[in-house]
């Protein structure tokens, strides 16, 4: 009798042991060589990290398993079915172009699990997606374009109302002619150009990043056009190239202002950089008036020895952080528990606001809706809107070239 | 190894390729798609290669089937296999008309040409936003065809393939290889010998050029979406291209050695090495190129001291 | 005398031509010009490169990238300005073209032609992938102010510092061609370029030439990837458009044809920007270099037929 206890005894400990010794895999599928996949996958490892350091979740511990899509459809897919079939992960996070986004979906779909998605702004993505209940396991994270849109146009609203010194009449945007800066475009044409409280117009550029790089045309075009708002949707090749144009082509629009996903290195260190004003999610001013924002960034540093040099790394790491809740709140990794788990996240990130999940126009798990209109003092980027999460107020208007 | 050997050797390989999907899982099925792919792709560059002409417009012809095939489900609510038939129509009549133009064209001047109709065909899907979605792409709302089912979705690029295998051995064994070889290795005296060089080169071009297209067509229909960046990709031209050279050109056997090299390369690598893979990627391309200047079929024709006697 | 007829009709046209845009868009000449500037100036080391060596070198824009890289750091090391490093850059990546033409390209030469085009291939993703492992794809640039310098004529308000590549593009050409017709180095590697064999057995070392060529291409590369650093920001794959811009440009003017390559850059540099000034025509900016290259070509071929 006392051997089947001790027998029984010692199965306990093992099947007990074995069973805490079990991991929650989480499948991370980024473009690996560009440096928001690099720092995205970073920041979500450093995110597991932390949450095993403090117990883990349900008694296990987290495990990041990253694959690269390359950003290519094909490869991408193949990334879902390895992590999928081979590792057996039991959610996903990742995700940033669109084309590669694409491609996944059909790979997700026939899964069926949790995907934390921190990219892919593209409307198709949505569309690829189709309506709820079919695409409740994706919940998106990163504001679809025409979220980003309308939230121009509510945050400049705000600023005009707040400061009455700035008025904007004329808006100008030069856009890249790809699918980034088009949808930026024809968001922008909706949003702003809809009742006629504003004056629109734009023209397309090729982006130094795609093999373009001249601007001449497209600023010669804004130049003509006088506007009180000049806005260029591009990439960081960009940013110096184009305000170096301006200034020989003595264009100084009142507000001048960039949106490119990141900033090239040293751009605040510019002399051209004062008082540009850009679209974003996160800067580093934020860890001033945000403990999750300071948190985050102080342990990044810590562990990589480098600054994340985009918000796509505080996103990961938030993407990672939600997901770890809701499997929390849920007790469990199947889909239905866990997406009715994660309908109910209150998650106050470090990107500066509570991040929730409601409808957008298709899907049903929407996350960030807003962007922040920030803007270039002092060699930092400081939020101007919302003013709940601002750090300066706007330096009003861009001065004009010496 | 002789003749009889490598046809037990093929036949094998075939029965195997078919019934992959019941003893491999989703993975490798996904891979071996990906690979099929752009193994289909580098065998119909080679077939055109056979006449000397070097075609730098795979993309080309790819996106257009790609787009003739996702728009004529969208636009036309053409049933999804049927449209993939109408990719290979499409892009075949689309290459009729310019072949016109260009196959009097030769060396370095027909691959310009055909790699400038590659993007003025992107340009103009890309422009044309109201019909073909412009830059975002379109996707197909009713999803990818079979529903998604992995089995079949590998069955649908394998019959790709093996239209595209069928062609290349009609093209060795049939009177065409001898008009596109007499076109390759001295035009003028095939001309004499009462060759009609333009009418070859068309039906190669055209051949080729259509399976292009219907390749292009399985890949939107298996993904369900298309941009102008994803199926103009300059990776449909230039992976094909080397893996037909890696693998041996003017041959059916090199571009298949070549494909599963860099597709099982690059895979492999990619889930060693996270972050660099693609370095190593390019360096294999190096040292296969420097060490195999005929390519890997010359390995393994040394290997096996081939008694075919037959020169590629 | 027929050619001096039709040189001449070409010259006036041309000049009509600009005086029409002078007076009536000024700004699509001006930017024209700067834009055929840089094409010209990337593509005229290719041009040398394919009409001698006879390889389509597809890593030429990835040299002229790793070339902006080492300026870029040499620069921020020494806290130099770019333009001092057009020379030493020049040198180093010269050398290092050289060691990757001994290591690589020469034993290819005798290989099937394909077989170069495709080991330039591979070679153009190891520097890129390189390059991004080390460097991140996270853009440089160095911010200067010169290149903002401006000039004002009428209302007109313009950036000159682009005219740099006009310069630089007229002095490789006509370098090129001095080097090629005066010199006796130049000279052998012309013989080399028509005829390899022809040349060997009068006693001209054909590899060492082909070497030798490449090398001085590669300076030019150099020179200019320290010069566009001035102009662009640098990322890894920066180089890669430029490689296809100048192959173009190249078949365009007819391979081994230097000069050749000013006219069609300028060509497609002012059409381009011909098409973006008007509203209805802008979005259509970029097809003019393809539909220009294919019609040139095809008029050619169609001429060479009648003749």
Same mark, same amino acid.
């Given at each position: 009798?006392?051997?089947?206890?001790?027998?029984?005894?010692?199965?306990?400990?093992?099947?007990? @042991?074995?069973?805490?010794?079990?991991?929650?895999?989480?499948?991370?599928?980024?473009?690996?060589?560009?440096?928001?996949?690099?720092?995205?996958?970073?920041?979500?490892?450093?995110?597991?990290? +932390?949450?095993?350091?403090?117990?883990?979740?349900?008694?296990?511990?987290?495990?990041?398993?990253?694959?690269?899509?390359?950003?290519?459809?094909?490869?991408?897919?193949?990334?879902?079915?390895?992590?999928?079939?081979?590792?057996?992960?039991?959610?996903?996070?990742?995700?940033?172009?669109?084309?590669?986004?694409?491609? #996944?979906?059909?790979? &997700?779909?026939?899964?069926?699990?949790?995907?934390?998605?921190?990219?892919?702004?593209?409307?198709?993505?949505?569309?690829?997606?189709?309506?709820?209940?079919? @695409?409740? &396991?994706?919940?998106?994270?990163?504001?679809?374009?025409?979220? =980003?849109?309308?939230?121009?146009? +509510?945050?400049?609203?705000?600023?005009?109302?707040?400061?009455?010194?700035?008025?904007?009449?004329?808006?100008?945007?030069?856009?890249?002619?790809?699918?980034?800066?088009?949808?930026?475009?024809?968001?922008?044409?909706?949003?702003?150009?809809?009742?006629?409280?504003?004056?629109?117009?734009?023209?397309?550029?090729?982006?130094?990043?795609? !093999? !373009? !790089?001249?601007?001449?045309?497209?600023?010669?075009?804004?130049?003509?056009? #006088?506007?009180?708002?000049?806005?260029?949707?591009?990439?960081?090749?960009?940013?110096?190239?184009?305000?170096?144009?301006?200034?020989?082509?003595? &264009?100084?629009?009142?507000?001048?202002?960039?949106?490119?996903?990141?900033?090239?290195?040293?751009?605040?260190? @510019?002399?051209?950089?004062?008082?540009?004003?850009?679209?974003?999610?996160?800067?580093?001013?934020?860890?001033?008036?945000?403990?999750?924002?300071?948190?985050?960034?102080?342990?990044?540093?810590? #562990?990589?020895?480098?600054?994340?040099?985009?918000?796509?790394?505080?996103?990961?790491?938030?993407?990672?952080?939600?997901?770890?809740?809701?499997?929390?709140?849920?007790?469990?990794?199947?889909?239905?528990?866990?997406?009715?788990?994660?309908?109910?996240?209150?998650?106050?990130?470090?990107?500066?606001?509570?991040?929730?999940?409601?409808?957008?126009?298709?899907?049903?798990? =929407?996350?960030?809706?807003?962007?922040?209109?920030? =803007?270039? =003092?002092?060699?930092?980027?400081?939020?101007?809107?919302?003013?709940?999460?601002?750090?300066?107020?706007?330096?009003?208007? &861009?001065?004009?070239?010496? | 190894?002789?003749?009889?050997?490598?046809?037990?050797?093929?036949?094998?390989?075939?029965?195997?390729?078919?019934?992959?999907?019941?003893?491999?899982?989703?993975?490798?099925?996904?891979?071996?798609?990906?690979?099929?792919?752009?193994?289909?792709?580098?065998?119909?560059?080679?077939?055109?290669?056979?006449s000397g002409q070097?075609?730098?417009?795979?993309?080309?012809?790819?996106?257009?089937?790609?787009?003739?095939?996702?728009?004529?489900?969208?636009?036309?609510?053409?049933?999804?296999?049927?449209?993939?038939?109408?990719?290979?129509?499409?892009?075949?009549?689309?290459?009729?008309?310019?072949?016109?133009?260009?196959?009097r064209?030769r060396a370095?001047?027909?691959?310009?040409?055909?790699?400038?109709?590659?993007?003025?065909?992107? $340009?103009?899907?890309?422009?044309?936003?109201?019909?073909?979605?412009?830059?975002?792409?379109?996707?197909?709302?009713?999803?990818?065809?079979? /529903?998604?089912?992995?089995?079949?979705?590998?069955?649908?690029?394998?019959?790709?393939?093996?239209?595209?295998?069928?062609?290349?051995?009609?093209?060795?064994?049939?009177? $065409?290889?001898?008009a596109l070889?007499a076109i390759r290795n001295n035009e003028i005296s095939a001309q004499s010998s009462?060759i009609?060089i333009f009418?070859w080169l068309?039906?190669?071009?055209?051949?080729?050029?259509?399976?292009?297209?219907?390749?292009?067509?399985?890949?939107?229909?298996?993904?369900?979406?298309?941009?102008?960046?994803?199926?103009?990709?300059?990776?449909?031209?230039?992976?094909?291209?080397?893996?037909?050279?890696?693998?041996?050109?003017?041959?059916?056997?090199?571009? $298949?050695?070549?494909?599963?090299?860099?597709?099982?390369?690059?895979?492999?690598?990619?889930?060693?090495?996270?972050?660099?893979?693609?370095?190593?990627? /390019?360096?294999?391309?190096?040292?296969?190129?420097?060490?195999?200047?005929?390519?890997?079929?010359?390995?393994?024709?040394?290997?096996?001291?081939?008694?075919?006697?037959?020169?590629? | 005398?027929?050619?001096?007829?039709?040189?001449?009709?070409?010259?006036?046209?041309?000049?009509?031509?600009?005086?029409?845009?002078?007076?009536?868009?000024?700004?699509?000449?001006?930017?024209?010009?700067?834009?055929?500037?840089?094409?010209?100036?990337?593509?005229?080391?290719?041009?040398?490169?394919?009409?001698?060596?006879?390889?389509?070198?597809?890593?030429?824009?990835?040299?002229?990238?790793?070339?902006?890289?080492?300026?870029?750091?040499?620069?921020?090391?020494?806290?130099?300005?770019?333009?001092?490093? *057009?020379?030493?850059?020049?040198?180093?990546?010269?050398?290092?073209?050289?060691? *990757?033409?001994?290591?690589?390209?020469?034993?290819?030469?005798?290989?099937?032609?394909?077989?170069?085009?495709?080991?330039?291939?591979?070679?153009?993703?190891?520097?890129?992938?390189?390059?991004?492992?080390?460097?991140?794809?996270?853009?440089?640039?160095?911010?200067?102010?010169?290149?903002?310098?401006?000039?004002?004529?009428?209302?007109?308000?313009?950036?000159?510092?682009?005219?740099?590549?006009?310069?630089?593009?007229?002095?490789?050409?006509?370098?090129?061609?001095?080097?090629?017709?005066?010199?006796?180095?130049?000279?052998?590697?012309?013989?080399?370029?028509?005829?390899?064999?022809?040349?060997?057995?009068?006693?001209?070392?054909?590899?060492?030439?082909?070497?030798?060529?490449?090398?001085?291409?590669?300076?030019?590369?150099?020179?200019?990837?320290?010069?566009?650093?001035?102009?662009?920001?640098?990322?890894?794959?920066?180089?890669?458009?430029?490689?296809?811009?100048?192959?173009?440009?190249?078949?365009?003017?007819?391979?081994?044809?230097?000069?050749?390559?000013?006219?069609?850059?300028?060509?497609?540099?002012?059409?381009?920007?011909?098409?973006?000034?008007?509203?209805?025509?802008?979005?259509?900016?970029?097809?003019?270099?393809?539909?220009?290259?294919?019609?040139?070509?095809?008029?050619?071929?169609?001429?060479?037929?009648?003749?």
């Amino acid at each position: 009798m006392k051997r089947v206890m001790f027998a029984l005894a010692v199965l306990a400990l093992f099947v007990g @042991s074995a069973y805490a010794q079990g991991t929650i895999k989480i499948g991370g599928i980024w473009t690996l060589a560009d440096i928001t996949g690099k720092q995205g996958s970073a920041a979500a490892q450093l995110a597991v990290e +932390e949450i095993n350091a403090a117990g883990g979740v349900l008694g296990k511990k987290l495990e990041l398993i990253v694959v690269d899509d390359e950003g290519k459809a094909d490869k991408a897919a193949a990334a879902v079915e390895k992590l999928a079939t081979v590792d057996k992960v039991d959610v996903f996070v990742g995700g940033m172009a669109s084309g590669a986004e694409l491609g #996944k979906i059909p790979a &997700f779909k026939k899964y069926n699990k949790v995907v934390m998605s921190t990219g892919a702004a593209g409307g198709t993505v949505e569309k690829g997606l189709g309506p709820s209940p079919d @695409s409740d &396991f994706y919940f998106h994270l990163h504001p679809w374009d025409y979220n =980003q849109g309308a939230s121009y146009a +509510e945050g400049w609203d705000a600023i005009q109302k707040k400061y009455p010194n700035i008025q904007i009449k004329k808006i100008f945007l030069a856009y890249e002619e790809g699918a980034f800066g088009k949808s930026s475009w024809d968001a922008t044409k909706i949003l702003f150009g809809s009742d006629n409280r504003y004056i629109v117009d734009g023209a397309s550029f090729k982006s130094a990043l795609l !093999g !373009g !790089g001249d601007y001449t045309a497209v600023l010669e075009a804004a130049k003509a056009f #006088k506007p009180d708002l000049f806005i260029w949707a591009g990439y960081d090749a960009d940013a110096l190239p184009l305000l170096e144009q301006s200034k020989a082509m003595k &264009f100084s629009p009142g507000i001048y202002l960039g949106a490119p996903p990141g900033w090239p290195i040293d751009f605040g260190a @510019s002399k051209l950089s004062p008082n540009v004003m850009l679209y974003g999610m996160w800067s580093t001013a934020m860890n001033n008036n945000n403990p999750a924002s300071a948190k985050f960034f102080k342990n990044y540093v810590a #562990k990589y020895k480098e600054e994340p040099a985009t918000y796509f790394a505080p996103l990961a790491y938030s993407a990672v952080y939600i997901l770890a809740e809701g499997i929390k709140n849920a007790g469990t990794t199947e889909t239905t528990a866990l997406i009715k788990a994660l309908e109910a996240t209150k998650y106050v990130s470090p990107l500066g606001e509570t991040i929730t999940f409601k409808p957008s126009n298709i899907i049903k798990h =929407q996350g960030i809706t807003r962007q922040k209109i920030l =803007q270039w =003092q002092n060699g930092e980027q400081q939020v101007i809107w919302p003013f709940e999460a601002a750090t300066a107020a706007p330096v009003y208007p &861009f001065p004009a070239w010496k | 190894m002789n003749r009889n050997a490598s046809r037990i050797l093929a036949a094998l390989f075939g029965v195997l390729a078919v019934t992959l999907p019941f003893f491999a899982g989703d993975y490798p099925l996904q891979v071996a798609r990906n690979i099929m792919m752009y193994m289909a792709l580098a065998i119909t560059w080679d077939m055109l290669l056979r006449s000397g002409q070097i075609s730098f417009g795979i993309a080309g012809l790819f996106g257009i089937g790609a787009y003739s095939a996702i728009l004529s489900v969208i636009r036309a609510g053409m049933p999804a296999w049927f449209s993939i038939l109408f990719a290979a129509i499409f892009s075949g009549v689309v290459a009729f008309v310019i072949g016109f133009l260009i196959l009097r064209l030769r060396a370095m001047y027909f691959s310009i040409v055909t790699l400038a109709l590659g993007e003025i065909f992107r $340009i103009i899907i890309h422009n044309l936003h109201d019909f073909t979605g412009g830059p975002e792409g379109v996707v197909i709302q009713k999803g990818v065809i079979f /529903g998604g089912n992995a089995n079949s979705l590998y069955w649908l690029v394998l019959a790709g393939l093996a239209v595209a295998l069928a062609a290349s051995f009609w093209f060795e064994k049939s009177k $065409i290889h001898f008009a596109l070889t007499a076109i390759r290795n001295n035009e003028i005296s095939a001309q004499s010998s009462g060759i009609d060089i333009f009418r070859w080169l068309l039906l190669a071009f055209v051949v080729t050029s259509a399976i292009q297209g219907l390749l292009g067509g399985i890949f939107v229909q298996s993904y369900g979406f298309a941009t102008p960046d994803a199926v103009f990709s300059a990776d449909f031209t230039l992976l094909p291209l080397a893996m037909a050279l890696l693998g041996g050109v003017y041959s059916t056997t090199g571009p $298949i050695f070549g494909a599963i090299l860099l597709g099982l390369a690059s895979e492999w690598l990619k889930l060693k090495i996270p972050y660099g893979h693609l370095v190593v990627y /390019g360096i294999i391309i190096v040292i296969v190129i420097l060490f195999m200047p005929q390519g890997l079929r010359q390995l393994v024709r040394r290997t096996s001291h081939s008694a075919d006697g037959r020169s590629a | 005398m027929v050619m001096k007829r039709r040189t001449a009709i070409i010259a006036a046209l041309s000049i009509a031509a600009a005086v029409v845009l002078i007076l009536w868009k000024p700004t699509v000449l001006i930017y024209g010009l700067q834009a055929a500037g840089l094409y010209a100036a990337v593509a005229i080391p290719m041009g040398l490169v394919l009409g001698i060596v006879h390889i389509v070198n597809l890593a030429h824009g990835e040299f002229m990238m790793v070339a902006a890289y080492a300026a870029y750091f040499g620069c921020k090391a020494l806290g130099m300005d770019p333009l001092l490093a *057009i020379i030493p850059t020049a040198i180093v990546t010269a050398v290092f073209g050289w060691v *990757i033409f001994q290591l690589t390209i020469r034993r290819a030469l005798k290989a099937p032609e394909l077989n170069q085009l495709i080991l330039t291939f591979g070679l153009a993703i190891a520097f890129t992938q390189t390059i991004n492992l080390i460097f991140t794809s996270q853009t440089y640039k160095i911010p200067l102010d010169y290149v903002s310098a401006s000039m004002d004529i009428g209302d007109l308000t313009f950036g000159v510092w682009s005219f740099v590549f006009v310069a630089v593009a007229i002095i490789f050409a006509y370098g090129v061609k001095f080097f090629l017709t005066k010199t006796m180095t130049g000279k052998a590697a012309v013989a080399v370029g028509q005829n390899p064999r022809g040349a060997a057995i009068v006693g001209i070392d054909v590899y060492r030439t082909y070497g030798l060529v490449f090398a001085l291409a590669l300076a030019l590369v150099g020179a200019m990837g320290a010069l566009f650093l001035t102009k662009s920001a640098i990322f890894p794959s920066v180089g890669s458009p430029f490689t296809m811009k100048s192959f173009c440009l190249i078949a365009m003017a007819g391979i081994g044809n230097i000069p050749g390559i000013l006219g069609a850059s300028v060509l497609l540099g002012v059409s381009e920007n011909f098409l973006r000034a008007f509203r209805p025509t802008r979005d259509w900016a970029e097809i003019v270099f393809f539909v220009l290259i294919i019609a040139v070509i095809l008029a050619r071929s169609l001429k060479g037929r009648k003749s």
